[in-house]
């Protein structure tokens, strides 16, 4: 059974001006944990306000729920848990009192569904008493999810929920989403972090209101078509420059202390001719090896093929 279902949503902004979500189809099953994965100003945040009814959609349709989110929004906000981007509790409201708050607005209390938020809410009920304002990243995004859960929801819809917080608290989080999951409900999460994909179960890519691709995270890379290198050297953007001009090379770009690079064509010979190349410009402590696709690598490469696409 599917949970949430668009069909050909697209959103405009300044009278058409911007085309912020662009005939978006997707479905995510009953249970699943699926990610929308997308650079800022890719779309996420419009489709999840359309979702959650706080938004119009300007043409197609969506159910949440198997309730139409246009003629049933009343249904759906109170079966669907939201959190928004931006920290959107009460700052001047202790830790408990927002928690009670918003049990109060779903007609429900702490105590009724508190075996659901009882692995987060410990870790934040030290600070109880304290104001939402005064809390760290990590908390405030604790205490956030609480809030969205406290009416023990069907489908959860998180909105970057991890950006601003720290590394620490990034896993954290996960590990708290996949204890939700067991719990059977249906989780989306958006996210501009690329290696948060492999932790979704599918994730849809998204870039300038377009799905580029729709899958598991492991079949997104599995095909991948090239054999792909990292590759670095004493001065790295001399080095990308170079690797840029060379005829050889059909993809390269920036990945933290390395280019990743991948050639026109498969050849065996292809990585010696390439150090070759590179010695013969100056270029010292040079370092190649082959390596396995990630989730960013495909973006990057879906990403051009949809301008190269659209330029024709």
């Avoid at 119009?56 to 929004?73: E, I, P, Q, R, W």
């Avoid at 690797?243 to 292809?270: I, M, W």
Wanted: net charge neutral; hydrophobic share 40%.
């Amino acid at each position: 059974m599917q949970d949430v279902v668009l069909n050909q949503i697209t959103k405009t902004y300044n009278k058409g001006a911007v085309r912020a979500v662009d005939e978006v189809s997707f479905s995510v099953d009953k249970g699943e944990l699926f990610g929308l994965i997308g650079p800022d100003g890719a779309g996420k945040t419009s489709i999840f306000r359309m979702l959650t009814t706080l938004l119009l959609a300007d043409s197609g349709m969506a159910t949440v729920n198997g309730l139409d989110v246009v003629k049933d929004y009343k249904q759906i906000r109170s079966r669907v848990g939201y959190m928004p981007g931006k920290f959107s509790l009460y700052q001047d409201l202790s830790v408990e009192e927002n928690l009670s708050f918003f049990a109060t607005l779903f007609n429900t209390s702490i105590a009724e569904n508190y075996d659901l938020i009882k692995p987060i809410y410990v870790q934040i009920e030290p600070f109880k008493n304290r104001r939402a304002g005064k809390l760290s990243g990590g908390m405030k995004q604790k205490l956030a999810l609480c809030c969205a859960l406290i009416h023990r929801p069907n489908v959860l819809f998180l909105d970057e929920p991890t950006t601003g917080v720290d590394a620490v608290s990034r896993k954290e989080f996960w590990e708290m989403l996949a204890g939700l999951k067991q719990q059977g409900i249906t989780i989306l999460v958006s996210t501009p972090y690329m290696d948060e994909a492999t932790l979704c179960e599918r994730i849809a890519l998204i870039q300038s209101g377009k799905i580029l691709s729709i899958d598991r995270p492991e079949a997104i890379i599995n095909q991948y078509p090239e054999t792909l290198y990292a590759i670095k050297a004493a001065h790295m953007s001399k080095l990308l420059h170079d690797l840029r001009s060379n005829p050889q090379v059909k993809s390269c770009f920036a990945f933290g202390e390395y280019h990743h690079v991948s050639f026109q064509r498969s050849d065996t010979n292809q990585e010696v001719q390439l150090l070759k190349y590179l010695q013969e410009l100056q270029h010292v402590g040079l370092e190649i090896k082959q390596i396995q696709a990630s989730i960013e690598d495909c973006f990057i490469r879906l990403m051009n093929k949809e301008h190269a696409g659209s330029r024709h």
